[in-house]
């Protein structure tokens, strides 16, 4: 069983509504990933973390979404003003290592969110 | 850039025929390679990955080698079984930080 936390594993917002998932990853991993993986099941990085520091994150998620990872506390992904393309499956993944490594990732089940 | 690339989305196959999902890798660097598997309503997993040490690595009958020269990390297994029936991800770290997945493939398994 996967020992990485989502919640709520289904959200439904209205366009332009707020959009909050958290993610609580495997005890003792510095370091967090968030994908989306659309109707198509094709992932897309969207940023990570280690520890509370954002390592990278791709132009969308900059200008639309705000994340964090605090110390103590789940990491969170919210998408500021919902859109219907933000329909997708959004994936967080703890490891032990990021960079240039052959650790694995742990994926949690998963935030479903449907915007209408 | 770097890339990972599945050239089939879809492949469908009989109970007991041999099973050979594609995954080649374009990089500047010699990136590691690992197969993800998402079975249906499942949370993605890893199946197996590659070794510093050119080791092949198997699990539940899946094997995967590196070929440096073809920039290719298949995915086989002599056997398939209804079991095997799910979403399959190669997926490289090239040391960017942001671990690279490839488009997906998924393997219908058919009695």
């Known amino acids: 069983n996967s020992k990485v936390i989502q919640t709520p594993r289904y959200l439904v917002k209205g366009q332009g509504q707020k959009a909050k998932m958290r993610c609580i990853p495997e005890?003792?991993?510095?370091?967090v990933f968030w994908y989306q993986q659309n109707k198509n099941n094709e992932f897309k990085f969207l940023i990570n973390f280690q520890n509370q520091e954002v390592l990278q994150q791709i132009d969308m998620t900059e200008k639309r979404f705000s994340a964090e990872c605090p110390s103590n506390s789940p990491c969170s992904l919210e998408i500021q003003s919902s859109e219907a393309g933000d329909s997708a499956l959004y994936l967080c993944?703890?490891?032990?290592?990021?960079?240039?490594?052959?650790?694995?990732?742990?994926f949690g089940h998963g935030t479903k969110l449907s915007v209408l | 850039g770097d890339s990972v690339t599945q050239t089939e989305g879809l492949v469908t196959l009989t109970e007991g025929l041999p099973v050979m999902l594609n995954c080649t890798y374009q990089?500047?660097?010699?990136?590691?390679l690992f197969w993800y598997v998402q079975h249906l309503n499942e949370a993605p997993k890893l199946l197996l990955k590659?070794?510093?040490?050119?080791k092949r690595p198997e699990h539940q009958g899946f094997h995967a080698t590196l070929h440096k020269s073809s920039s290719s990390f298949h995915l086989q297994k002599s056997s398939a079984q209804l079991s095997d029936s799910a979403l399959y991800y190669c997926a490289s770290n090239y040391g960017n930080e942001k671990i690279t997945f490839g488009a997906g493939t998924k393997l219908t398994i058919k009695p």
């Open positions: 990089s500047t660097y010699s990136p590691f």
């Open positions: 005890k003792g991993h510095p370091v």
């Open positions: 590659s070794f510093t040490d050119n």
């Open positions: 993944a703890s490891s032990l290592k990021g960079q240039l490594s052959n650790e694995r990732l742990f």
